[in-house]
C-alpha cells in the first residue's frame, strides 16, 4: 500500500498515513479533507465547516453547498447528483460502514468525473485521489484477517477497473459537453451514435453551413435548393466571374496603348511602403488633382479650393500648382519627391487612380472660414453625386 | 475540434487595396520592354489577366489563404522563379484522398469547383467551400476595379 501511495508521488501524504495507527478516526478524515482541499481548491471555502457535523451532513446542506463552491459544473453534474452528494460527505460513509464500499466506489466515480469537469486535473493527482479512497477503506478493514484483505485487493482491482471505465465514459461525456458548444450534433433517434457517424454528420453541417456563406455571396442562389444545384450555381458564378476578368484585360489590353502606365519609381516605391490607409491622402492632395486639369466630365475648371496650406488656388491655370514652388516646399518630404519629377508622364497614374478609384474631386473639406465657397452651392438647381455614384451608373 | 470550429472568416480590403495593386501591376508590365512593343494584342491580354490575378492574390490573400499561394506560387513558376512560402500548420494534401469515397453525387460538383478555384486540388469540401467564398468576394471586387478602369479610360 505505501509502495502505491509512493508510487503516486505525494510523499507527504505518505507520512501522513505512516502516522495514522495512532489517529482516531476523526483526526484520519481529517487530514483526509486536508488533502481534499489541497487537491481541490474549489472546495476550499466551505470544507472546514464540515468538521464538526461531518457525520450528521444532511442533503439539503450538500445541495446547498456544491453551487456555492464555485465550481461551473455544466448540465453532467445534473445527472451525477446523487453521487455527487456521497462524494462530498465521506464522514457519513466512514462512520456507517456497513455497505460503505458500495457508496465509496460511486465516490470514486463521482471524483473521477468532478475532475474531468475541472478541465482535466492531472491523471496522477485522479490515481493518487483513487488511490487514497481505497486507503481509507483499507485503514477501515485493518483489522480484519488477511482473507479480507485479499478480498480487498480484489475489491480494489475491480474497482480500478471500473475507475478506468468510468474514466473513459466520462472522458467521453466531457467530449460530448464540449461538442455541443460549437456543433450541434445530437444522435436523434435511429441514428447510429459510433463516433465515425458522429464525425461525418459533424463534417455534412460544417459543409451546409459553409454552403449557406456561399449562398448569400452568389446572387440568385437563394431559391435553389439542394446541394448539386447550389453548387452549380456557384460554379457558374465564378466561371462568369473569371471570364468577366478575362473580357476586362482583353479591353484594357486594347485601352492600354492610349493610357501610359510608364509611372515612376517613385510611385511605386514610395506608395507600396506607405502604409495602406493614409496613402491617398499623402501621395494625391486633393487641390492636385484638381488642378491637373485631367480631361474628364467631373472636373469642372470652375471649382475653387483649398489645399491643405489654406492657400487658395484656382484651377484656372492647371500647372500653377506645379510651377509654384512655395507649396512645393510646405510638403512632406516624400511628397516633394513626386515634384521632381516631370509632371504629365509619371502622375497619370495617380490621377486616374485618385479620379476613378478614390474621387478625390468631391471628397475633401472645404473650411469655409478662410473664405472658401462650396461649388455645389453655387449652382443649387444642378443635381450633383459622388464619382463612386457616377461610376455605379456606368456598371 | 475547437480550432476547427472557428468562424468563417472572408474580410475582404477596400477596392483601393485591389486598384493599388492592380495599378501597380499594369505599371510593371509597362515597364517591361516586351510589353511596349508592338505585338499581338493576345500576348498583352494574357499578360494583363495574369497581372489582375496575380495582384488579387496579393491584395487580398497573399500567402495567408490557401488560394493566393497557388496563384502566386504558379504565376511564380511560370516566371521560374522558387519560391518559399511560410509553411502552414496544416498538411492538407491527404484530404482529397479521403474525401473522394463519399457522397458521389456532391463530390462530382465540389470536384468541379477544384478545378475552378486556384489551389483546390489540396483542400477538403468545407476548406474548399470557405476558399470559394473568400475567392468570389475578391473576385468581384477586382471585376469591380477593372470595370472602373475601363470605362474610365475608354474613347468617348
Not at chain 1, 468538521?51 to 453532467?76: H, R, T, W
Not at chain 1, 455497505?99 to 482535466?120: A, H, L, Q, Y
Not at chain 1, 479591353?251 to 517613385?266: C, G, M, Q, W
Request: charge should be neutral; aromatic fraction near 6%; include cysteine.
Amino acid at each position: 500500500m505505501m509502495m502505491m501511495m509512493m508510487n503516486g508521488g505525494e510523499a507527504t501524504e505518505a507520512e501522513l498515513f505512516l502516522n495514522c495507527d495512532d489517529m482516531s478516526v476523526l483526526e484520519r478524515q481529517r487530514v483526509q479533507l486536508n488533502y481534499h482541499q489541497y487537491h481541490h481548491p474549489g472546495f476550499e471555502p466551505t470544507l472546514p465547516c464540515f468538521f464538526p457535523n461531518s457525520s450528521k451532513m444532511n442533503v439539503g446542506e450538500v445541495d446547498s453547498f456544491l453551487p456555492s463552491a464555485g465550481l461551473d459544473l455544466p448540465e453532467i453534474y445534473g445527472e451525477l447528483h446523487g453521487d455527487a452528494r456521497i462524494s462530498v460527505s465521506p464522514g457519513n460513509i466512514t462512520t456507517e460502514s456497513g455497505n460503505s464500499k458500495k457508496r465509496k466506489f460511486g465516490c470514486v466515480d463521482t471524483e473521477t468525473k468532478v475532475f474531468n469537469e475541472k478541465k482535466k486535473m492531472m491523471m496522477m493527482d485522479r490515481e493518487v485521489v483513487v488511490e487514497e479512497e481505497e486507503e481509507e477503506e483499507e485503514e477501515e478493514k485493518s483489522k480484519v484477517t488477511e482473507q479480507c484483505t485479499r478480498s480487498i485487493m480484489k475489491m480494489k482491482n475491480k474497482a480500478k477497473k471500473e475507475q478506468n471505465s468510468c474514466s473513459n465514459d466520462s472522458s467521453k461525456v466531457t467530449k460530448d459537453s464540449q461538442r455541443t458548444d460549437y456543433i450541434h450534433v445530437r444522435a436523434r433517434r435511429g441514428q447510429a451514435t459510433d463516433s465515425h457517424s458522429i464525425a461525418e454528420r459533424a463534417r455534412r453541417e460544417k459543409i451546409s453551413e459553409r454552403m449557406k456563406f456561399l449562398q448569400d455571396l452568389v446572387p440568385g442562389c437563394e431559391k435553389i435548393t439542394g446541394k448539386a444545384g447550389m453548387l452549380d450555381e456557384i460554379i457558374n458564378y465564378v466561371q462568369s466571374l473569371q471570364r468577366q476578368v478575362e473580357f476586362l484585360s482583353m479591353k484594357l489590353a486594347t485601352v492600354s496603348p492610349r493610357l501610359d502606365f510608364n509611372v515612376d519609381e517613385i510611385f511605386s516605391k514610395e506608395v507600396v511602403s506607405a502604409p495602406m490607409m493614409n496613402l491617398p491622402n499623402t501621395v494625391m492632395p486633393p487641390h492636385m488633382m484638381v488642378n491637373s486639369g485631367y480631361p474628364h466630365d467631373m472636373v469642372n475648371s470652375g471649382y475653387v479650393h483649398f489645399n491643405p496650406m489654406q492657400q487658395v488656388v484656382t484651377s484656372s491655370d492647371p500647372l500653377s500648382c506645379f510651377n509654384n514652388g512655395q507649396s512645393a516646399t510646405m510638403w512632406d518630404s516624400d511628397v516633394q519627391n513626386l515634384y521632381k519629377t516631370p509632371y504629365p508622364d509619371d502622375m497619370e497614374m495617380v490621377f486616374i487612380y485618385s479620379v476613378f478609384i478614390k474621387g478625390h474631386h468631391t471628397y475633401f473639406e472645404i473650411d469655409e472660414s478662410c473664405g472658401g465657397v462650396n461649388g455645389t452651392e453655387l449652382y443649387p438647381d444642378v443635381k450633383y453625386m459622388t464619382v463612386s455614384e457616377f461610376l455605379d451608373t456606368l456598371l | 475540434m475547437a480550432s476547427a470550429d472557428k468562424p468563417i472568416n472572408t474580410d475582404v480590403p477596400e477596392k483601393d487595396v485591389f486598384a493599388l495593386h492592380f495599378l501597380q501591376s499594369l505599371s510593371n508590365l509597362r515597364r517591361q520592354n516586351t510589353f511596349n512593343s508592338p505585338e499581338k494584342t493576345n500576348d498583352r491580354v494574357k499578360k494583363i489577366k495574369k497581372a489582375a490575378y496575380v495582384s488579387m492574390a496579393r491584395a487580398a490573400g497573399g500567402t495567408n489563404r490557401l488560394w493566393s499561394r497557388a496563384l502566386l506560387r504558379r504565376a511564380a513558376k511560370e516566371n521560374n522563379k522558387i519560391v518559399r512560402f511560410p509553411r502552414r500548420k496544416k498538411r492538407v494534401t491527404c484530404l482529397r484522398r479521403r474525401s473522394n469515397r463519399r457522397d458521389p453525387v456532391e463530390e462530382e460538383e465540389a470536384e468541379r469547383l477544384r478545378n475552378l478555384v486556384p489551389g483546390g486540388g489540396g483542400m477538403g469540401t468545407s476548406k474548399l467551400m470557405e476558399e470559394t467564398a473568400h475567392y468570389i468576394k475578391c473576385l468581384s471586387m477586382q471585376v469591380k476595379v477593372m470595370q472602373c478602369l475601363v470605362d474610365g479610360l475608354a474613347p468617348k
